[in-house]
């Protein structure tokens, strides 16, 4: 981190304690910081610029643009700037609504995509989704079992879950894709899977209510992945098992406007220490699976268990 003097002198502007008002809370870009704070892009970057040089901001490629959000180093004694400035800037609240809009608009975008395949996922090629790496996870289940599968979409593997445990909480963001859920299970006389809409770091579903956790291919397309697996803890009961099926991190850009993907994958490494922050032991992850044809998408598996 610069001198406490430059960071001072950095963190006097109002605009840029604005900024890192909400950069302390969530990862933006340049485009949302506008729309937020209706200032120029220039002005914008400028700002974003003086707060990297000050060892405040940092940032990270995604897709065609960056995605900013505070340094590690930039908390510290600046909490107690922060805590203050929030009461002394008058747009700050303000700030914090634009944000949340914001916010909402990308996870509408989400939406539009997978609203816009509901009824052919089957149909056209999803990266990750394979027979092999379902079969694997299948392996680790224990019925008769309470399950969330969460980020479901159609709910084909819900209805596979459903023929051996007790219930199947299948939830989803798409209201399309619960509908088509819910035709596919009446279709097939299904009756022990129960669709809900909801997002996967807001789950509708109470505290310590199922045994057993499921993400198939859905964790990437968590804005927040670490809260999303918070969300998970909480709902099982103690002792309860989560298993992953993801993407192990890739290259391939194009999947964020192809697949509506938020990350491109994970690390073994990034799995685990999450699974770890989110309260789950006795990890393991394995690369179940990789594809022949470009790009060579490889599927992880992780499994744990919720902490006693």
């Given amino acids: 981190m610069a001198s406490i003097v430059k960071t001072l002198r950095v963190v006097a502007d109002p605009n840029r304690l604005r900024i890192l008002l909400l950069l302390k809370g969530e990862e933006l870009s340049v485009a949302e910081l506008q729309e937020i704070l209706a200032m120029g892009q220039s002005t914008i970057s400028t700002h974003l610029s003086q707060l990297k040089q000050a060892g405040l901001v940092e940032d990270r490629r995604t897709g065609k643009s960056n995605l900013y959000r505070i340094a590690p180093s930039g908390g510290g004694p600046l909490d107690e700037i922060f805590g203050r400035a929030k009461k002394e800037i008058p747009e700050a609240a303000q700030d914090q609504a634009a944000m949340r809009r914001v916010l909402r608009k990308r996870r509408d975008k989400m939406r539009a995509f997978f609203d816009s395949v509901a009824g052919r996922l089957g149909k056209d090629y999803v990266p990750g989704k394979s027979w092999k790496s379902l079969a694997e996870a299948l392996l680790r289940l224990m019925p008769p079992l309470v399950v969330a599968d969460l980020g479901a979409g159609e709910g084909a593997f ?107 994958g994970f690390s073994e490494a990034e799995l685990e220490t999450m699974l770890q922050n989110a309260g789950f032991a006795n990890i393991e992850t394995t690369i179940v699976d990789k594809e022949l044809e470009t790009p060579q998408f490889q599927t992880l598996l992780a499994v744990g268990d919720k902490k006693n």
């Avoid at 990437?220 to 098992?241: F, K, N, Y």
């Fill in 158 to 264: 819900a209805l596979l879950l459903a023929q051996r445990a007790k219930k199947v909480i299948a939830v989803d963001s798409s209201a399309r894709m619960i509908e088509v859920g819910r035709e596919l299970a009446a279709r097939h006389g299904v009756k022990n899977v129960d669709y809900r809409m909801g997002d996967m770091e807001e789950i509708p579903i109470g505290d310590g209510e199922v045994d057993l956790v499921f993400f198939s291919q859905s964790l990437h397309h968590a804005l927040h992945p670490e809260r999303a697996l918070a969300e998970a803890a909480r709902i099982l009961v103690s002792g309860g098992r989560i298993v992953i099926l993801d993407l192990l991190r890739h290259r391939f850009e194009e999947a964020r406007e192809l697949y509506a993907d938020e990350w491109l």
